[in-house]
């Protein structure tokens, strides 16, 4: 007998703690799920290459010093052989000046300059834009005692949704 009156008092405070505060679960069924999307953008960078004609001068110029220093030399000489004493020194330098400036126009006039064309690879980097569509969430929307009510949840909840359910007195 007393451990029959011992069981029933443990049931009675267990069934009193569940039930402490007026706290309930309760499984409600779910009326209609829509996913909430969020746009996320990433940068992406990609090499873009494309080919480009330029033209390099081929001949008409020589870049070489010899013909202006060959054409100093000469006019130098040629310079020496006039005027005497500081007027031979300025008519050395004048010749050597002059011989130095004809050589080098000369390389320069020794044919026609031709352009041939080049293609050459430029490239650049650009940077694009990813756009993704991304589930952030989802609207719910269920049923509860008659009525339908609506909340956000961050995953996908099936057919139905476990609610906490709970009594406060009204003083």
Same mark, same amino acid.
Do not use: K
């Given at each position: 007998?007393?451990?029959?009156?011992?069981?029933?008092?443990?049931?009675?405070?267990?069934?009193?703690?569940?039930?402490?505060?007026?706290?309930? %679960?309760?499984?409600?069924?779910?009326?209609?799920?829509?996913?909430? %999307?969020?746009?996320?953008?990433?940068?992406?960078?990609?090499?873009?290459?494309?080919?480009?004609?330029?033209?390099?001068?081929?001949?008409?110029?020589?870049?070489?010093?010899?013909?202006?220093?060959?054409?100093?030399?000469?006019?130098?000489?040629?310079? #020496?052989?006039?005027?005497?004493? #500081?007027?031979?020194?300025?008519? *050395?330098?004048?010749?050597?000046?002059?011989?130095?400036?004809?050589?080098?126009?000369?390389? =320069?006039?020794?044919?026609?300059?031709?352009?041939?064309?080049?293609?050459?690879?430029?490239?650049?980097?650009?940077?694009?834009?990813?756009?993704?569509?991304?589930?952030?969430? %989802? =609207?719910?929307? %269920?049923?509860? #005692?008659? =009525?339908?009510?609506?909340?956000?949840? =961050?995953?996908?909840?099936?057919?139905?949704?476990?609610?906490?359910?709970?009594? *406060?007195?009204?003083?």
């Amino acid at each position: 007998m007393f451990a029959r009156t011992l069981s029933i008092a443990v049931l009675a405070l267990g069934a009193g703690l569940a039930h402490a505060g007026g706290v309930s %679960y309760q499984t409600v069924p779910v009326l209609e799920v829509e996913p909430r %999307y969020s746009v996320t953008r990433t940068p992406v960078e990609r090499t873009v290459c494309w080919d480009e004609t330029t033209y390099q001068r081929v001949g008409g110029s020589s870049s070489s010093a010899t013909p202006t220093i060959v054409g100093a030399i000469i006019g130098g000489v040629v310079g #020496n052989q006039f005027g005497g004493g #500081n007027g031979n020194r300025a008519m *050395t330098a004048a010749g050597a000046a002059l011989g130095g400036s004809i050589g080098r126009d000369a390389a =320069r006039s020794s044919g026609p300059a031709r352009y041939t064309p080049v293609t050459e690879e430029r490239c650049t980097i650009q940077r694009d834009f990813e756009e993704r569509s991304v589930i952030t969430g %989802y =609207r719910v929307l %269920y049923e509860f #005692n008659g =009525r339908i009510h609506e909340t956000t949840m =961050r995953h996908h909840p099936g057919d139905s949704i476990r609610l906490r359910v709970s009594a *406060t007195p009204v003083p």
